[in-house]
């Protein structure tokens, strides 16, 4: 079994930045694939970035250029940098370990103010 971490939500105002991590521990040599949905108040959840084994990046139109996925093969860990943030990136952020099947971690909420 896999199991995934979320740290680094909080609270920034509009153009700054955070970073977001997961790490993920247990059966990560199953792992093909991690990444970030987001889900913000009323709307459907939407894939923000992910990154393959291979290190293939993927990221949403709407946070491409402003984002950037990244992993420390090491440890498992993988980092979302999200910078120049807009009110719209206000959402509970889920990082997703796959294996064939979606493994979510608890969650973390990102809220950009105006």
């Known amino acids: 079994q896999v199991q995934l971490v979320e740290s680094g939500g909080g609270l920034v105002q509009a153009g700054g930045s955070l970073r977001l991590s997961c790490a993920a521990s247990?059966?990560?040599?199953?792992?093909?694939?991690m990444g970030w949905f987001r889900q913000a108040l009323g709307k459907q959840r939407e894939l923000v970035a992910s990154?393959?084994?291979?290190?293939?990046?993927n990221y949403a139109d709407s946070v491409k250029g402003r984002f950037t996925i990244s992993r420390d093969n090491a440890n498992n860990i993988i980092y979302l940098q999200m910078n120049t943030l807009k009110p719209e990136d206000t959402a509970v952020y889920y990082c997703y370990a796959y294996n064939g099947t979606y493994i979510w971690g608890q969650g973390t909420q990102v809220t950009v103010s105006s």
């Open positions: 990154i393959t084994r291979r290190g293939t990046t």
């Open positions: 247990g059966s990560v040599f199953s792992i093909n694939a």
